[in-house]
Structure formats: structure tokens, C-alpha cells
């Protein structure tokens, strides 16, 4: 069984090399938001949010801590703070789940089938079950204004430098190499070309320039 933070490292990058744009926060890995659209044939359909997710310590065996960072009309989600009120997450997450889960499956169906019954918004769940054409009306109100690009973004340049610094510090093959010998020949390596065991380049070709 792998240790909670080689699982936290694979499941971020997992997600990284997915169709999600990650943007990473004060170069870490416990803490970075992800871009999430609304899911087709909704009523969020052509929103855009930026997702804030934390990983606590021990995850995966404790769930993420999930929110919205920029304004959605939901009666699962808490119109101030952003965050949400979802069973898988907040109750039987299991270590089975990873972050994939949570953005292909979870958060879509949360938006696509919402609960009335059990609401962080009053307002959203109570106008629901009244008034159904008015909450739809008040859904899309939202995503024209809150749920737009540039609502989520800030310059392209500065979330690719974030990303870029992101995969320097964790995508390198030291963070991958499997066995001490490998790491003990390549130190080796690093101690003859020091020492001058090993020739350049210009020194063979100079040695074989001489008749």
C-alpha cells in the first residue's frame, strides 16, 4: 500500500495531466484550485468556476476539503463561503475515491440532481420548491454573472509560471526513481566526471585528431 503522500503526489498530477487546469497556491501540493465547467445539459451548462481544494494530511483516507471561489446559485452550496454540502465528501469518502472523482463525477452530479432538502443555501431551496421557472431563471442570472472566464482567471502568464514551478519541483525523475542503486550509480557518475575519470567531448575528438 502506497503512503498518503505518494498517493496525494499521483492523484494531483493525475489531475494535472487530465483536461483540468490546476493552478497550484504558494507552490505547494496540499493546496491549489482547479478550472470546473458545469456539466452538459444542465443548468449550469457554460459556467465556469474556480475550484478550491485541500488536502488535509492523511488524505486520501480523509476526505478533501471542497469550495467555490466565485459565486454560484445552488442549494447545496453555501452562497458566501462556497462550501458544499455532498455526502460522498462530507461523510462516506472513502480512500477508493481520488481527486478524478470528485471532479468528473461528484461535483456534476451535485449540480446536475440538486437537494433541496438538505440545503447550505435556504434561499436556493426554498425558491426551487416553489417556484421552479423563477430558480432556473435565478440559476442562470448567476452563471452570466459570476460564472464567466474572466471571473476565474487572473493573467495567463502568471498561472503558467505557477504551473511550470508546480511540475519543476514534483515532476522530476528523481521523484520517481524506483531504486537506491540507480540513485548510487548516477552518483558515481557525478564523482568520476569530478574527478576527471571520464573525458569530454573535445578531449576525444582531440584524440583522434593526433596521427
Known amino acids: 500500500m502506497s503512503s498518503p503522500s505518494k498517493r496525494r503526489d499521483m492523484d494531483v498530477m493525475k489531475l494535472m495531466m487530465s483536461d483540468y487546469a490546476v493552478e497550484p497556491i504558494n507552490d505547494g501540493i496540499n493546496e491549489f484550485n482547479v478550472e470546473f465547467h458545469g456539466p452538459k445539459e444542465s443548468l449550469y451548462e457554460g459556467g465556469v468556476w474556480k475550484v478550491h481544494v485541500e488536502l488535509p494530511d492523511a488524505y486520501p483516507y480523509k476526505s478533501p476539503a471542497i469550495g467555490f ?3 454560484i446559485y445552488h442549494p447545496n452550496v453555501d452562497e ?3 462550501s458544499v454540502c455532498l455526502d460522498v465528501i462530507n461523510q462516506s469518502w472513502s480512500p477508493m ?3 478524478l472523482n470528485v471532479f468528473e463525477v461528484f461535483l456534476p452530479q451535485l449540480l446536475l440532481y440538486p437537494n433541496p432538502s438538505d ?3 435556504g434561499d436556493a431551496a426554498s425558491l426551487m ?3 421552479q421557472k423563477q430558480y432556473e431563471q435565478k440559476v442562470k442570472e448567476y452563471c452570466e454573472r459570476y460564472a464567466k472566464r474572466e471571473n476565474i482567471r ?3 502568464s502568471e498561472e503558467s509560471d505557477e504551473e511550470v514551478k508546480y511540475c519543476e519541483r514534483y515532476a522530476k525523475r528523481e521523484n520517481i526513481r524506483s531504486t537506491p542503486s540507480e540513485e548510487s550509480d ?3 557518475s557525478d564523482e568520476d566526471v569530478s574527478d576527471g575519470r571520464i573525458s569530454s567531448s573535445d578531449d576525444d575528438v582531440a ?3 593526433d596521427p
Open 119 to 121: 440545503p447550505l443555501n
Open 80 to 82: 458566501l463561503s462556497g
Open 69 to 71: 471561489l466565485n459565486k
Open 186 to 188: 548516477e552518483e558515481v
Open 154 to 156: 487572473s493573467t495567463p
Open 129 to 131: 420548491m416553489k417556484d
Open 207 to 209: 584524440g583522434h585528431a
Open 97 to 99: 475515491f481520488d481527486l
